[in-house]
């Protein structure tokens, strides 16, 4: 081991090697070094970024006359450091601010390449996936990094603590502090440092630049994002905490104009629930402050309110049996004709959120219970986020048509389904966005956000909008939203600004029974 520290020369080129720079392949029998990329046959076998995980023979010392490797007996740690720092050089764009999905990228980049790391074991462990889990969290003080928790509260995303060092010196330097543990236990020394410790200071050692031993640096990347919406959506811990942060995070609503704050009024449960004689009165009119010119708006179906959104015949040929029994999702996933990408069959469920429509029909419950002691209330059904499915589309447009304007058709985002997010509750669509992929060479354009009324305030367009902007990593997003909509406030917070005003970009469509300006701001976020 003290071989790290060594200047070597390559048997090829001469030239000296650079421990996690350039890298060199060690003869097993003449015991002298090859840079990976002198290699005769251009790379190592496989093709993996810093795999030297062989036993190499070179082309003088070898009885064939070529270049010989036989894969190496890796362990867990070294396949997890392998497939990380793979990723991270050759394939950064998949991350998340840097990090790594262990089952989506880890996993799935380990399972491509089974028989490259594993070439003789053609039998796979049945609980190979749990061990890479519990590998990467066991080692997870020094070696891997974990990214925070995710929008569902779990530890997901990993990334390497030193992503500059190459798995091969973070395996030697590994082994290393084993035998000094060994060492140090037969002489029954106690330990005072910690793993982390040690094996901070060992690569220290090894490895003097201070540019290869950097960690990785957390404070510079946008880490936030993915943390706000935890702080926003976590209804149960820290209420206190969290207003007091979410004040900060939101905008201050006091110091606005008051036109600019055309919020619709709703019912909550502090308040007497109100009830109409009139059906049609039972929609929320919008009061104009401007004088009696406005209109109301109009609802062209107020069964739709209420009723679950898919038509009866999508719902009868699209889902099978027990979707229809346990509820509103498709266990299956789909592929999408964009990415080629299977997508998972939800991308959240939200036990959480209780929005006040939901309030308002317990409260209702409730009072017309009174005078039965027996009553218990239903519990209520989560909020899942899905991407949009067929049978969506008639109930989508249907909303599009009544609330932004008529001739809305959104069958064309079937094409590319991983850059929508559909908000349901039960089978009742509450909301939907979608992003259209490739407007500009590196441009995504938000084209619609909708949350039903009474359905808003409660961060289900936040989310939308958040895993909307996930989607489309390393490019801008752009988007329109008229100038006295409320929307622009959640835009700024994922740091969307304002480029410049479009007038009258809403004339085509503009309504005379709704409020929203034809004005526009067109935004921007930049990546
Ligand atoms: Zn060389
Ligand atoms: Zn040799």
């Known amino acids: 081991m ?43 076998p496989g093709g993996l970024h810093g795999d030297l995980f062989y036993n190499f023979t070179c082309q003088e010392c070898s009885d064939i006359g070529s270049e010989k490797f036989v894969r190496q007996k890796l362990s867990w740690l070294q396949v997890i450091t392998l497939s990380l720092y793979h990723l991270g050089t050759k394939s950064a764009g998949l991350a998340r601010n840097g990090f790594f999905h262990w089952r989506d990228h880890i996993v799935a980049f380990i399972d491509r390449n089974w028989d490259i790391l594993f070439p003789n074991e053609i039998k796979r462990k049945k609980k190979w996936i749990g061990t890479v889990a519990g590998r990467l969290s066991h080692y997870s003080s020094y070696l891997f990094l974990s990214g925070g928790k995710t929008v569902i509260n779990k530890t997901a995303w990993w990334t390497l603590m030193y992503p500059k060092i190459t798995p091969l010196v973070l395996s030697n330097i590994y082994n290393v502090m084993n035998l000094e543990k060994q060492k140090a236990k037969s002489r029954n020394e106690k330990r005072v440092t ?133 509820g509103n999702i498709r266990k299956e996933i789909t592929l999408s004709p964009y990415s080629g990408i299977y997508l998972k069959p939800y991308i959240r469920r939200d036990v959480d959120t209780f929005p006040s429509w939901l309030k308002l029909m317990a409260e ?32 989508i447009n249907s909303l599009c048509n009544q609330f932004f304007w008529p001739g809305i058709d959104l069958t064309e985002s079937l094409q590319y389904p991983d850059f929508s997010c559909v908000a349901l509750y039960k089978r009742l669509i509450i909301g939907f966005a979608f992003l259209v992929p490739d407007v500009k060479h590196t441009e995504n354009y938000i084209s619609f956000v909708f949350t039903r ?11 939308m909008v958040y895993h909307l902007i996930q989607t489309s990593l390393g490019r801008d997003i752009t988007l329109h939203v008229s100038i ?15 480029e410049n005003v479009v007038l009258d970009f809403y004339d085509k469509y503009f309504r005379t029974d709704v409020q929203d300006s034809k004005h526009a701001f067109f935004c921007r976020l930049e990546r």
């Open 194 to 326: 910690s793993d982390a410790e040690s094996f901070d200071a060992l690569l220290k050692q090894y490895v003097p630049d201070e540019n290869l031993t950097k960690k990785f640096d957390i404070s510079r990347r946008h880490i936030n994002s993915i943390e706000n919406i935890d702080e926003v959506d976590n209804q149960t811990e820290k209420k206190k905490q969290k207003s007091i942060k979410r004040k900060i995070l939101l905008p201050n609503y006091k110091d606005l104009p008051k036109k600019l704050m055309k919020f619709t009024p709703i019912s909550s449960l502090t308040e007497e629930p109100v009830f109409y004689d009139n059906p049609s009165e039972q929609i929320p009119i919008q009061k104009s402050q401007n004088g009696p010119s406005m209109k109301p708006l109009k609802l062209l179906d107020p069964m739709c309110y209420y009723n679950t959104s898919l038509n009866n015949i999508s719902r009868m040929k699209m889902q099978k049996m027990h979707v229809k029994l346990t």
């Open 453 to 463: 009324p009474g359905w808003r305030n409660c961060s289900i367009a936040k989310f």
């Open 484 to 498: 006295n909509n409320p929307a622009l406030f959640l835009y700024q917070q994922f740091g969307f600004k304002v």
């Open 364 to 395: 209702i419950q409730l009072t017309a219970n009174k005078t039965d002691p027996e009553f218990i209330l239903n519990p209520r059904a989560p909020i899942d986020y899905t991407y949009v499915q067929p049978e969506h589309i008639p109930a």
């Open 2 to 44: 003290e071989g790290l520290l060594l200047i070597k020369e390559c048997k090829y080129c001469h030239e000296n090697l650079k421990s996690c720079l350039d890298e060199g392949i060690e003869c097993i029998v003449c015991n002298s070094n090859v840079h990976a990329g002198c290699l005769k046959r251009g790379s190592v």
